[in-house]
């Protein structure tokens, strides 16, 4: 990532050398926003996080279950 972008949020299902599946959610944290963007950007940029955060939080634990189940 270079100096004109921004992860603001990110998911990722990753299989490693092990074999293992992995999932990994993550996402700018909301306190460090007003530091980082401008004050017309703030509001949408919260209201992505915000919002990405409730619809994959529940793919994520989701998918830690059903990989863990199979484990099993």
Do not use: C, Q
Request: aromatic share 6%.
């Amino acid at each position: 990532m270079n100096n004109k972008e921004a992860n603001l949020i990110s998911f990722k299902v990753l299989l490693t050398r092990e074999n293992k599946i992995v999932t990994e959610l993550s996402m700018l944290p909301e306190k460090e926003i007003d530091f980082i963007f401008p004050i017309y950007e703030r509001e949408i940029i919260k209201s992505i996080v915000r919002n990405g955060k409730v619809k994959l939080e529940p793919l994520h634990r989701f998918l830690e279950t059903e990989v863990n189940a199979l484990k099993n």
